[in-house]
């Protein structure tokens, strides 16, 4: 793709395009070093759009670059180690981006490849929240295409670097690439390590002339202090674009401005895809899908989640407390307290919202499951902690997590609540499904950690005394830390007000909120334990199935050779793959998940009793399993939720069989269908020419008429019955006249014995015809045993 540059094309430029065509990877790598090192800034610049184009590919996805995503160490090692030391944070392209930032250039980014959210915004010419984009959009000249962003070498760098991970088109499912094997993906933890340090500060630019430094933009404006980034947006009113401010250069922000930079792009590109308005409109069954992350995407984002954890908890005790905060704290300490709860937490939890709204339910789920998990779990990546306890229980939640808990509520709440839904819709008997209950269940139930969200709940929760009525409206951060709250007395008014501006900022001003403790979710944990105890039951009745039936039998089911049920009462799942491994999986994760549900709910042992009481799970006097869950209703039985898992899920089912024409049923997977086609159009043609023939003939009394009879007439169909679930009435008599039918002739298991019989005649020396001769005796002396033993049964029963 071609952007509009203003500059010239230049020599050095072709040379290197031709140079892209015609000379290896490795010897391309080595030019682009010696052209870094050798060129100035003035003839750089105009090579830099296709070179950042060339590596990461073109925004619209048709040229794929150097394919970081699918380069592997393991698979190509001589290209990737020298696309890893280029892109090096401390590497020769870095060495470029330094060196054309030292000069004060600017590159034109299009607007148009924005996230949703944000290119709406700057389409409608309202500047959006993020500072990133403050002073940046150009508008075009007459008769220009779209608006622009001018961007900084640095910026431009980073846009095109975590842009490609969204607009290169997806992986190939047949291409089994491990995401964290890729360059892409260990790039992207270089670049977080560098910039967003966890022991040190931030290394100083690269600059390729000696003594040289580079020029270190401010990137915000005057109304947005750094001192108030742990706090949330000042403003509710929409800036204009026409209205953007000059920035003043801040030397405090000269030690951090590439980090900052750095981590807003990466989360305005790979979260900032859902706005607060595109989300309550998502609530809508009719909405459609505007953005679809991939697993691969997901993984990168829990990455970026993990060191962010290790980046602000890696603050010094004196340091972390807000008490303790002095405006002689360094940028770089600021900007640690400040880069989740400031950038982060609304993108994430909107982003989370939709992937637990939307995405499929299948075993992919577990990528964005830990990536929900990954941010529940700070203490994982603080310094201090501790190791596992060799009796492998697990460590209490300290309470100094519990201001991050309250401050990130819903993340716990809600989307605790969306997974409970989640998992009632899903297989619990396959053992990836029900490893994922269990680890959400035992990630929920550490010692502590359920204390604290109930904490948090309650100071929501809690009537507004100091607040006036209506004052979560303006829940809103003051221009200087700590003097919007200080004349407010209680500690506790001040720990709730920060609750309640945390969801009131999530979900909007007039939210309902729904309490993880209160009875409505116990009653979707409870109807969860249900469905446990099911799946538990299930998975041995498969596993007592599979012991019973050899590993032949569906091989001689297709032939015919044993009995076939094709409403067979189990689904296949990856319990038949997988076998009785699978089986003690799938029951150690459910019992352990049950087991951690009763703790986190305090549920007793009698409900669980209870509980499996009443699934209704024993068999009837018969032996069979009941029906499915249901209602009574007007025109009959009606599923209820319950119903419909256990029949998705091959729990319970109705008894079904073919009542029809046996003429006209489906074809069997154990006969040919065109065969079975062409048997019916040669039975009916004979059926036509001679039905009159074989009314007369089976009319007689005497054996021939007996004889007749038994090949030529169905039994009768007035024993049969509609198995209605509501109740069972008596099918009228239909009375079909003498037939023949060669049905039997298009299956499997009738020629595979022909062919046997006539293998086995050949042994003897006995040919085709002599053979055949031999059947048709045999089978006229079964026949006539057969009507004799027919018409004697009828005569007892009369």
């Known amino acids: 793709m071609a952007f509009p540059h203003l500059q010239q094309p230049s020599f050095l430029l072709a040379s290197l395009k031709a140079d892209s065509i015609n000379k290896p990877f490795a010897q391309r790598c080595q030019d682009l070093v010696k052209v870094i090192e050798d060129f100035p800034a003035k003839e750089l610049h105009t090579i830099f759009p296709w070179l950042v184009e060339s590596i990461f590919g073109s925004l619209d996805g048709i040229l794929i670059g150097w394919n970081l995503r699918c380069l592997q160490g393991r698979m190509n090692p001589v290209e990737y180690n020298i696309a890893m030391e280029f892109l090096d944070p401390g590497g020769p392209m870095m060495k470029l981006v330094y060196k054309l930032q030292a ?17 709406a915004s700057i389409q409608e010419r309202v500047l959006p929240d ?156 009719h909405a459609k899908e505007s953005f679809t992350p991939t697993e691969e995407h997901v993984l990168v984002v829990r990455l970026l989640l993990k060191h962010l954890h290790a980046f602000a908890n890696s603050l010094k005790p004196e340091q972390a407390s807000p008490s303790t905060h002095s405006h002689a704290t360094s940028p770089l300490e600021e900007f640690k307290r400040a880069a989740v709860p400031r950038f982060v937490q609304q993108k994430l939890y909107l982003f989370l919202q939709h992937c637990f709204g939307h995405w499929p339910l299948d075993a992919s789920f577990r990528a964005v499951l830990e990536m929900w998990l990954s941010y529940l779990q700070p203490w994982r990546y603080a310094p201090e902690k501790q190791a596992q306890s060799s ?102 008014t001040d720990a709730s007000f920060k609750v309640k501006s945390h969801v009131y900022g999530l979900e909007g001003q007039d939210c309902k909120y729904t309490p993880m403790f209160g009875p409505e979710v116990r009653t979707l944990v409870l109807r969860l334990a249900q469905l446990i105890t099911q799946a538990k039951q299930t998975a041995k009745s498969i596993s007592d199935q599979c012991v019973e039936n050899p590993a032949g039998h569906s091989f001689l089911s297709w032939l015919g050779f044993s009995p076939t049920d094709p409403n067979g009462l189990y689904p296949a799942n990856d319990l038949d793959e997988m076998g009785q491994d699978s089986v003690r999986k799938t029951d150690e994760y459910l019992e352990k998940a049950l087991e951690y549900l009763r703790q986190i709910f305090r549920l007793s042992e009698a409900q669980l009793a209870q509980l499996t009481f009443a699934l209704g799970t024993t068999q009837d006097e018969n032996g069979k399993k009941q029906l499915p869950d249901c209602i009574v209703g007007d025109d009959g039985l009606i599923l209820t939720p319950l119903g419909r898992y256990q029949i998705i899920n091959g729990l319970r089912r109705f008894e079904i069989e073919y009542q029809g024409d046996s003429e006209l049923q489906p074809i069997r997977s154990y006969e040919i269908p065109s065969l079975v086609r062409a048997l019916f159009r040669l039975s009916s043609t004979i059926n036509r020419r001679f039905a009159g023939q074989m009314v007369a003939l089976c009319s007689r009394d005497d054996f021939l008429g007996s004889f007749c009879r038994y090949h030529l007439t169905e039994p009768v169909l007035a024993n049969r019955h509609l198995l209605s679930p509501v109740g069972r009435r008596q099918v009228a008599n239909h009375a079909r006249g003498p037939r023949l039918s060669l049905r039997f002739l298009g299956s499997y298991r009738t020629l595979l014995s022909l062919l046997l019989v006539f293998f086995v005649a050949s042994l003897f020396c006995i040919g085709p015809l002599p053979c055949s001769l031999l059947l048709v005796l045999g089978y006229l002396l079964y026949a006539m045993a057969m009507t004799l033993l027919t018409e004697r049964g009828k005569l007892h029963q009369l």
């Open 103 to 119: 000069e004060d250039y600017k590159f034109d980014f299009p607007v148009s490849y924005l996230p949703g959210p944000v290119k």
């Open 130 to 285: 993020s500072p990133l984009y403050h002073n940046k959009v150009q508008f075009p000249p007459t008769g220009g295409l779209g608006l622009n962003l001018a961007l900084n070498p640095f910026e431009y760098y980073i846009f095109f670097f975590a842009l490609s991970l969204i607009t290169q088109k997806p992986l190939p499912v047949s291409l089994h690439v491990r995401t964290s094997d890729c360059a892409y993906f260990i790039l992207v933890d270089r670049y977080l390590s560098w910039f967003l340090p966890t022991e040190g500060s931030v290394p100083p630019p690269l600059s390729s002339s000696p003594g040289g430094t580079s020029p270190s933009p401010a990137p915000r404006t005057p109304a947005m202090p750094f001192a108030s980034y742990g706090l949330h947006h000042t403003s509710l009113l929409k800036r204009h674009i026409s209205h953007q401010t000059s920035v003043n250069a801040d030397p405090a922000s000269h030690e951090i401005w590439r980090s900052e930079t750095l981590l807003q792009v990466f989360v305005e590109m790979w979260l900032h895809h859902y706005s607060l308005e595109m989300y309550q409109k998502m609530q809508s069954p």
């Open 391 to 492: 009796d492998s229980q697990p460590r209490c939640v300290s309470e100094k997590w519990a201001p991050f808990v309250q401050e990130n509520l819903l993340m716990y709440t809600k989307l605790f609540v969306g997974f409970l839904n989640r998992a009632l819709r899903t297989d619990l008997v396959s053992p990836k499904n029900a490893l994922m209950v269990f680890r959400v269940a035992k990630v929920f139930a550490q010692p502590n950690l359920a204390e604290m969200i109930q904490k948090g709940e309650q100071l929501f929760l809690e009537p507004e005394l100091v607040i006036p009525h209506r004052q979560h409206r303006l829940f809103t951060a003051p221009t200087v830390t700590g003097s919007f709250l200080s004349p407010w007395p209680p500690a506790v």
